[in-house]
């Protein structure tokens, strides 16, 4: 099923996403798949500590976390272009033709990369070694992935997740490939309390959350967006619906909170503005 198919059973729509959100996997992602990936593809294993410090900065801890992997790739080697503990003679990626291909905009994914190589965004990407290694490390990474041992939800996460299905429709908002999300979900038994399941493969979570909404669906006040970064909320912004974030750190309270008294007042009509900011404002003073 197409998510412009997808029929309403609640006049609510939780969107929520997936990782460092319902699962404790970011950091677990980032340490064993996504930088081990990217030092033996670029053989910096040299200096290995400055590398990850670049790339867990990006992706972990200031407000670029939960962007999609390639736009992180592109920032953690700006960072370790001027990091101290690299020095100018180590061979960083070459990320000119990524940042090309990421000024086309979005949606991205390794189908993207491989239409680039193809010619498909211009003679100028067409074989470009830089984004065939790239593509190599994306794929690597996903291969680490595949293979990771079964990550639990927060317990407070999947409570709310099976009890909120019964009065509201769950989708999974994510820039997680499909692949990926599917072997998460049904491997913990939470697959069948979902709707659909949004990934990086059928676009942004904004256009989740747009696609979602289309031709009045749900009213927009009736849709919210759970999320642990601030691209979450940036997509809730632009997609105009409402947002509740889980702290980093903080994740199973934040999963708490929200079953306790935010999605009551949600289903209510009464989660004000003001909470809702005020709940921003502490998320976002957790990642500088």
Known sequence: MSLD?????????????????????MTVKQ?????????DQWQLWEHEGPARECLEAVNLYSQTRGQDRFVCLALAVQRMRNHSGIPSSAVLPDIGDLELWLA??????NGGLESALQGAKGEALRDS??????LEWSRAVDERVAELAAIEPFPAAREFIQSAC??????????????????????????SYLRFICSKDIGTK?????????GGRYELDRVLMVGDAPKDLESAREAGVRFFPVNPGKENDSWALLAAEIYPAFLAGEYSAEREEALVGEFLALLP
């Open 166 to 191: 019964s009065t509201s429709d769950l989708i999974v908002v994510s820039s997680t490939p499909l692949k990926a999300l599917e072997h998460e979900w049904e491997g913990c038994g939470l697959r």
């Open 31 to 39: 340490v064993q798949c996504f930088h081990p990936a990217f030092l």
């Open 104 to 109: 086309s905009g979005p949606p991205f994914g």
């Open 5 to 25: 198919r997808l029929k309403p059973h609640h006049a609510t729509l939780v969107g929520i996403d997936s990782d460092g959100c319902v699962f404790d996997s």
């Open 206 to 214: 904004v256009q989740h959350l747009q696609a979602a909404t289309e």
């Open 129 to 134: 070694e830089s984004l065939r290694r790239i």
